[in-house]
């Protein structure tokens, strides 16, 4: 298998993460590609262009992180990774875990914009929303404390691209989240995937 990813989007990581979490290094094979590039070797796999981006056989490419995720799971023959339907409580949380990254990803993508083009209101709104997002995962850390899985990871991917590219990060009322953070930060499969420069 091949995993396409650039060195600094956060859902690669997620992906690269759980390659190393799972023991499956041997099997997949690590592609740096461009994105937003109409020359992008990742276009002749798969023409949304968007990383990560698992290509498994002649036929078959996965572009979307949970579908990678649960692949990868299932390869690995494990079953606590992913959230299943059957536990729609913690599908639910996965699911607002993977939004709460893709809202971190909105909001370091406007801060990038050129200054006269950046949108302050949206700047605003993604701050306000990532605030409610750290005080409801603060109330449920519980959910975050089970296996090192898709909803932990995707959360630590977020937190830790928030404090780099933003500077946005925990304070005081969401002290149990922070150390959490701390921990989940050191693990080898974080501490092997930082993005490069930032
Ligand atoms: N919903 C997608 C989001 C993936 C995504 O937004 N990837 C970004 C990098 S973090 C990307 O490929 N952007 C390039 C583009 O928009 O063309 C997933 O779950 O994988």
Known sequence: ?????????????????????LGLAAAVEITTVTVRDP???LLT??????VPALY????????DTRMIAQYLAHT???????ASLHNIEDY?????????????CV??????????EVSEQILQLERARAVRCLLYLEKNLEKLQQPFGLAAIAVVCAMDIASRRLDFSTD?????LAQWFKKSSNRSSMLATQPLGI
């Open 107 to 116: 909001w370091v993508r406007e801060a990038r914009r050129a200054p006269a």
């Open 56 to 63: 498994i056989d002649d036929s078959h490419t996965l572009c």
């Open 92 to 104: 639910a949380f996965e699911g607002f875990c993977l939004s709460f990254l893709e809202s971190i």
């Open 172 to 176: 005081n009322k969401q002290q149990k």
């Open 76 to 82: 690995a023959n494990r079953d606590n990774v992913t």
């Open 1 to 21: 298998m091949k995993l396409f990813c650039t060195p600094n989007s956060p859902f690669s990581r997620v992906a690269r993460v759980l390659v190393d979490e």
């Open 39 to 41: 020359d992008s070797e």
């Open 45 to 50: 796999f798969i023409v949304s262009g968007k």
